[in-house]
């Protein structure tokens, strides 16, 4: 079993940043893979970027060269890193877990594939 706690979220100008966290705990962090996606009411899980156990990355077109995905093992943490916000990222943001040690991008953009999820944090960008 893995527990998620996400934070970080709240309110922000256009244009402005934000950094969210994800803090992990129960089984060994490091042989999961991480995501960030997002989801407003009445619409699907959106993937937004993911980090494999070794570190590589993986985002969405829409937030590529904005946003950042990073994870410190030695924390149990996933960190999303949002420059440039855009009233479009307005959002409850949530952070995944599965426990795959792969590489493969159409994978780990699949919500369907994640077996742990936090309870979200909310992201309001204003224009």
């Known amino acids: 079993q893995v527990q998620l706690v996400e934070s970080g979220g709240g309110f922000v100008q256009a244009g402005g940043s934000l950094r969210l966290s994800c803090a992990a705990s129960?089984?060994?962090?490091?042989?999961?893979?991480m995501g960030w996606f997002r989801q407003i009411p009445g619409k699907e899980r959106e993937f937004v970027a993911a980090?494999?156990?070794?570190?590589?990355?993986y985002y969405a077109d829409s937030v590529k060269g904005r946003f950042t995905i990073s994870r410190d093992n030695a924390k149990n943490a996933v960190y999303l890193h949002m420059n440039s916000l855009k009233p479009e990222d307005t959002d409850v943001y949530y952070c995944?877990?599965?426990?795959?040690?792969?590489?493969?991008?159409?994978?780990?953009?699949?919500?369907?594939?994640?077996?742990?999820w936090g309870q979200g944090t909310q992201v309001t960008v204003s224009s």
């Open positions: 129960g089984r060994t962090f490091s042989s999961f893979a």
């Open positions: 995944g877990a599965v426990y795959y040690s792969g590489t493969s991008y159409y994978f780990l953009k699949d919500r369907y594939q994640y077996n742990y």
């Open positions: 980090i494999s156990w070794s570190g590589s990355t």
